[in-house]
């Protein structure tokens, strides 16, 4: 399936889904987490995931998700489901992948030093006792965040954000033409354009995320 061009799409895909994957006795569990995070597009894109890509190839629904940690706008989730399984997932606003099992944690080393674990040890000890995770609260407007890519205070932004700063112009980098001067191009059209766009930022210094960028974010002449 495409990605839906709203939350209302993506939750309907999900319902649609869910017809065919849910047990009868876990439907309304099922549909209640679903309504919860109807608002939340992590969350969305994770059920998504789970109910196209039912992980045991048996039916099954997901019955709560946990935080473990995120950064630069993904986050770690873990997954608790109707037939007692529980799932390490990816997520970021454009979609969700499984990991594997909460009790197999993170292999990939590279993924490990993203989320800033030293190994798979510390990822298992969190893992360990899910009950004790931070259960995932549906998206709210948190300043700390970027309302567009949802990373952190401080960090860079997914690039293509409309809230990321030209370092430039100081415009927004996705309106300005900053991008089109710099390369000498009259459209980004091409994935080279992208990775030497990405080489300029990186060299000029990239504006990391601000409370103050936001949109509707309270100035000094605001009442």
Known sequence: MDTPKSLADRKKDIQFLMKYAVPE???????????????????????????????????????GIRLLTRRQGVFLLSVSTGNSMQYLYLANREAAHIIGTLAEGIIDRKLLDFLGYADNKEVLALTGKPEMLQEYEPHTLDPNLCPSCHVAVGEFHTLGCPVEICPWCNGQLTYCNCRF???????????????KLRELLEEVGRIAFKKEDSPGYPTIGDE
């Open 181 to 195: 001067t710099r390369l000498d191009v009259d459209a980004m059209d091409k994935v080279a354009h992208i990775e």
């Open 25 to 63: 006795a876990q439907v309304k569990t099922a549909h209640a987490l679903l309504d919860k995070y109807d608002t939340d597009i992590i969350a969305l894109n994770l059920l998504h995931s789970f109910y196209i890509n039912l992980p045991e190839g048996m039916d099954d629904s997901v019955t």
